[in-house]
């Protein structure tokens, strides 16, 4: 850490953490409710519903919190500068976690949009507006003022402004239901196969720059690369969310051919990762922020372009749509792409902030988080598929009813819960490790010879 | 490759994939209207899609594939279940999922809301979306019935559902009405011995149905069509 005003990265951190144990514990109590049949009297009171609409926002919110955590530490170090309102910072982030308490309240007491994902309502989401332009506002002044530019920060904003642009799309009410769900997908999928991938894209290039000390301009030419095929693959290739929805036929082909390709941006950025960490530095320490580093590449590659690409094929996709496939492969992705991906720059940014030399910390608990996560996420994931594959062959190849379909289902959900036991350990523990980061060296009895 | 070729990669890229998805995103406002039926969305069907989101039924269901996976996909309720039964689900969810391992919330839906979601998913049930869901497919019900029909000429359920004008509430294939469920989702869903009692005393075994008793039939009839709806559940294939 290099400015004073970095610190204000700091309680986002600590907040998107504690929504993250928050989410985790919700969706545990999601797949339960396949394995297991509440009272109707409960069912009433805290539906099904309810409890995905509280998993899927808090999801959102502390992932968007790490990001713009992420981005507040980036900022000054990156243009060399101060940010310009620190204070500006803190009202933000009280004003969104507000409106987020204030959301969850809301959907147990049924105030909702009633959209997936953007269920937040109306009101509310001026309140998030404000939030993003305050965020924009602070970010975009500091850089003016920096006048010092660079594809890694182009890239930053790039991908801030097109988030905060593309979820107005999802604040009007349509009358036709085609159409809203057309719109939807402006937010949805160009979020996470747009917006967000150039912020991971930048955040992973200035992680690497620090870390290994590799030469700068090498990983801006490669950023581009990366950023005109991921560009080039995702935004043709929302079509593969319009193939059932009421709209022309021509997005069979363009959302068939797009998203066949989106694998090949992210096998670029394994590549990238294995290629900067081969030359640069010798010395890979700390060993938990490499195996994150790795682990991100490799997880982002599994979930988000191997269990994509499975379904993306419209002659594939008229079977599988809408199923746990979906499920399988939304969990993977986002847990290999967006959750690892703030876990690591927490970890690389925390000992900083901390002043801990060199960014070395105490890492075993670490470790254990991480593997217990990372396996239990890749194990519901399997258990997810299997039952996806079983609902997609009895539903819709066969022809059983749903909830005849769903029977055999219900102990593929169930192994799904083990997982999530699995994966809940591994939460706490990594939070809890995060949380409480102290130097390398210090729970030993006789301090490490400097 | 030098910093030029990647900076042309990311340009090219970039607007060549917005350009075709500008383009094909002003043809499907040019369509939408056409594959839609936008000329039968009326006032109720918006009000039913309000009252869809203001229970936030997408929550558990899926709706033209999107949503969540934990109850059926809604975009052809309309044809599968019926509008009599889709009011009963929503009114007395405790009683129609009783004894179920899944169970619905009860969210004091009004009589008003029930008839304008029926609209809502009636309008749904129209949408030209290439054929999905394949469970739902005209054509697999029309092919699965006319298999059934071409090799049971002599089938006394058969011959009884025609005199007792079943399908005057119930589809059948591509034949009959939109009021109660759809004869072949029926035979998937239960057994005989279920459907012989059900059609005796419809109200006993499901309080609150709005199906008439068939009770001068005779027990070896209410049997023959009980059968014979078991028998005409889909059959697999396309």
Redesign the interface.
Request: net charge positive; proline share 5%; aromatic share 12%.
């Given at each position: 850490m290099r400015y004073t005003t970095q610190r204000v990265a700091y309680p986002y951190f600590v907040v998107a953490l504690l929504l993250f144990v928050l989410q985790v514990t919700l969706g545990l109590w999601l797949g339960l409710q396949y394995a297991w049949t509440a009272p109707q009297g409960l069912v009433d009171a805290f539906p099904f519903a309810t409890a995905r609409a509280m998993h899927t926002n808090l999801l959102v919110l502390w992932l968007l919190l790490g990001f713009m955590g992420a981005t507040f530490y980036f900022v000054p170090e990156e243009a060399g500068r101060e940010l310009a309102w620190p204070r500006l910072a803190w009202v933000q982030l009280a004003l969104l976690v507000g409106t987020g308490v204030a959301a969850l309240v809301g959907f147990v007491f049924g105030w909702t949009q009633g959209r997936p994902l953007l269920e937040i309502p109306r009101p509310l989401d001026l309140l998030v507006v404000a939030g993003a332009l305050m965020f924009l506002a602070n970010v975009g002044w500091t850089l003016v003022q920096a006048r010092r530019w660079t594809a890694v920060q182009g890239s930053l904003l790039g991908g801030l402004v097109f988030l905060a642009v593309l979820y107005l799309f999802g604040i009007p009410f349509y009358r036709n239901l085609s159409l809203d769900w057309f719109y939807w997908w402006w937010v949805i999928h160009l979020w996470v196969e747009g917006a967000w991938e150039l912020i991971t894209a930048a955040l992973m290039a200035f992680v690497l720059i620090k870390l290994t000390g590799v030469d700068r301009a090498v990983v801006e030419k490669w950023l581009y690369v990366e950023l005109g095929l991921f560009l080039l693959t995702g935004v043709a290739g929302t079509g593969h969310h319009y193939y059932w929805l009421g709209a022309p036929r021509a997005w069979l082909w363009v959302g068939g051919v797009f998203s066949a390709l989106e694998p090949l941006p992210i096998a670029l950025m394994v590549f990238d990762t294995w290629r900067v960490a081969r030359e640069g530095r010798a010395e890979k320490v700390p060993s938990l922020t490499w195996t994150y580093l790795v682990g991100l590449s490799v997880l982002h590659f599994v979930g988000a372009g191997l269990f994509g690409f499975a379904h993306t094929l419209p002659q594939i996709n008229y079977y599988t749509h809408g199923s746990q496939v979906t499920v399988a492969h939304g969990h993977l992705a986002f847990f290999g792409a967006y959750v690892l991906l703030n876990l690591t720059f927490f970890y690389f940014a925390i000992p900083r902030l901390k002043g801990m030399p060199g960014g070395a910390y105490e890492e075993r608990a670490g470790h254990w988080g991480f593997w217990l996560m990372s396996l239990g996420v890749l194990g519901m994931s399997l258990s997810f598929a299997v039952a996806g594959v079983l609902q997609t062959y009895l539903e819709r190849v066969v022809g059983q009813p749903y909830m005849v379909a769903q029977q055999p289902v219900r102990f593929w959900m169930l192994l799904a819960v083990v997982h999530g036991v699995m994966v809940l350990a591994g939460v706490v523990v990594t939070v809890r490790h995060l949380l409480r980061l102290r130097p390398a060296g210090s729970a030993l009895e006789v301090p490490r010879a400097a | 490759?030098?910093?030029l070729t990647?900076?042309w990669?990311?340009?090219?890229?970039?607007l060549?994939?917005?350009a075709?998805?500008g383009v094909?995103t002003v043809?499907?406002h040019r369509?939408?209207d056409a594959?839609?039926h936008?000329e039968r969305?009326d006032e109720e069907v918006?009000a039913g899609?309000?009252a869809?989101?203001?229970?936030?039924?997408?929550?558990?269901h899926?709706?033209?594939?999107?949503?969540?996976?934990?109850?059926?996909?809604l975009t052809r309720a309309w044809t599968r279940v019926g509008e009599s039964a889709i009011r009963r689900l929503l009114h007395e969810p405790?009683a129609a999922f009783a004894g179920?391992?899944?169970?619905?919330?009860?969210?004091g839906v009004t009589q008003a809301e029930a008839q304008q979601l029926v609209a809502f998913l009636r309008w749904?049930d129209g949408?030209?979306?290439?054929d999905?869901?394949?469970?739902d497919s005209p054509g697999?019900w029309k092919r699965?019935t006319e298999r059934l029909l071409a090799s049971s000429t002599m089938s006394p359920g058969a011959a009884l559902v025609q005199q007792e004008a079943c399908l005057g509430c119930h589809a059948l294939g591509d034949a009959g009405a939109h009021v109660g469920p759809r004869l072949e989702?029926i035979g998937?869903?239960r057994s005989a011995v279920w459907i012989a009692d059900y059609i005796a005393d419809p109200q006993a075994v499901a309080p609150a149905s709005e199906m008439p008793a068939f009770a001068q039939l005779d027990p070896a009839q209410r049997g023959a069509i009980a059968a014979f709806l078991v028998s005409a559940?889909?059959?697999?294939?396309r």
């Open positions: - | 490759m030098t910093l990647a900076k990669i990311f340009w090219g890229g970039t060549a994939s917005l075709v998805f094909l043809d499907t369509q939408l594959l839609t936008a969305l918006v899609k309000r869809f989101e203001r229970h936030n039924c997408n929550d558990c899926t709706i033209l594939g999107f949503g969540a996976y934990y109850a059926p996909d405790h179920s391992y899944r169970l619905m919330p009860r969210q749904v949408i030209e979306n290439h999905w869901p394949p469970q697999r699965s989702w998937g869903r559940a889909a059959e697999a294939g």
